[in-house]
């Protein structure tokens, strides 16, 4: 029975916060494949146009999603100020190839919510150690008000706030123990979130630099000249720039 142990700790908290999202939005499942899990209609609509638009760009049109001529045709227009959020976009292409859309919409609702939770998870269990206690944090994140208000208004781009923890564990990582393997984790997960929201990468840029400031006070040195951290910081401003930077230019 011991071996099994673990295996039942690694999967525990994708069971707890799936039943979790099952029993605090009863009977929401129960309409899984009929209606949208939002009360909003035009945010609805939008989000819903969003990824039928990503699937028809990408496997269709063959074209960048970020670029459209469905509006102001036949001149079109950019979309990158727009709450795309691509991330559920590439997803719905996945999804859509074997669900409806009510159902693919459904499944990225409830992927960022479980997500959501696992990625708390870890970033409290890298501090804390405490397993339950990091069971508890994940819930607190994924299941407060703030997810449910945004999934009920339809926000499906505030609703994928799944990958913040992660860069927040990593970006703490990178700072605190420089390697390449943190720095391009760091950068990734980054650039995930721009793919979800503008406004959570502009808040995981700011928690960045915050960390920053507060190491250098903390050791009380310029610590990011050291050669370790440089190299690092190279590798993180590098990677970004190359995955982010032609999206925030």
């Known amino acids: 029975m011991s071996h099994k142990r673990p295996l039942f700790k690694a999967i525990f908290p994708l069971i707890f916060y799936g039943a979790a999202f099952y029993v605090l939005t009863y009977p929401l499942m129960a309409r ?3 209606h949208f899990f939002t009360e909003a209609q035009l945010d609805r609509l939008q989000n819903v146009w969003n990824l039928l638009w990503v699937n028809n760009a990408v496997t269709q049109l063959h074209q960048s999603p970020l670029q459209t001529h469905y509006l102001y045709h036949p001149f079109g227009v950019t979309l990158l100020g727009h709450t795309l959020n691509p991330f559920n976009g590439f997803l719905g292409i996945f999804l859509l190839k074997f669900l409806t859309l009510v159902q693919a919409y459904n499944c990225i609702v409830i992927f960022s919510f479980v997500a959501g939770g696992l990625s708390a998870f870890f970033l409290a269990h890298y501090f804390s150690k405490s397993y339950w206690g990091s069971i508890i944090a994940g819930f607190i994140f994924a299941f407060s008000s703030y997810h449910f208000v945004h999934m009920s208004g339809g926000h499906l781009q505030l609703v994928a706030l799944e990958w913040i923890p992660l860069f ?9 123990k420089p390697g390449m393997a943190n720095a391009l984790l760091c950068a990734l997960f980054l650039f995930l979130v721009i793919l979800c929201d503008y406004y959570y990468f502009l808040y995981c840029v700011l928690i960045f630099f915050c960390m920053l400031i507060w190491y250098a006070i903390r050791l009380r040195s310029l610590y990011f000249f050291k050669k370790d951290h440089l190299f690092a910081f190279i590798a993180f401003g590098v990677t970004t720039m190359a995955a982010v930077g032609p999206m925030v230019v």
């Open 168 to 176: 927040v564990l990593y970006a703490y990582r990178v700072i605190t």
């Open 32 to 34: 899984f494949s009929t």
